[in-house]
C-alpha cells in the first residue's frame, strides 16, 4: 500500500513539474484586493499550493486536537466505570448464615 501511495505521489509530481517547466515563461495577471499584479504562472501556482497546504495543515491541526480532548475525557469516563465496577464487585452478596438454605443429608443445617 505504501509503495503504491509513492507510486501515485511520484506521478502527481512529475506532472507538476512538466506542467511548471512548459509554462515558466507564461506570465498572468491577478487583481488582488484592488491592485493589479504580474506574476508568473509558476509562482502563482506555487503560492496557491502553499495556501492550500497550510490551510489543510491547519484545519487537521485544529481537528487533531479536539479529537484529542475527545480521547482524554473518554479515557476519563472509562476508568470511572471501571472503578465503579470494581466497587459493585467487591460489595458483600447481603447472605448470611442464618439465611442460607437448609438441606436435609447435607452438610448445610
Not at 515563461?25 to 491577478?30: F, G, H, P, R
Not at 509558476?42 to 484545519?59: C, D, N, R
Amino acid at each position: 500500500m505504501a509503495v503504491l501511495r509513492a507510486i501515485i505521489i511520484l506521478i502527481v509530481v512529475i506532472v507538476i513539474l512538466s506542467f511548471s517547466l512548459l509554462n515558466s515563461n507564461l506570465y498572468v495577471t491577478i487583481n488582488l484586493f484592488g491592485k493589479i499584479y504580474t506574476v508568473r504562472l509558476i509562482f502563482l501556482m506555487f503560492y496557491a499550493f502553499i495556501f492550500g497546504f497550510a490551510s489543510l495543515f491547519f484545519f487537521s491541526i485544529v481537528r487533531e486536537i479536539e479529537l484529542h480532548q475527545r480521547l482524554r475525557k473518554k479515557e476519563r469516563e472509562n476508568q470511572q466505570l471501571l472503578e465503579e465496577v470494581t466497587e459493585l464487585r467487591n460489595l458483600p452478596l447481603g447472605i448470611e448464615e442464618e439465611e442460607k438454605p437448609k438441606r436435609k443429608g447435607s452438610k448445610w443445617k
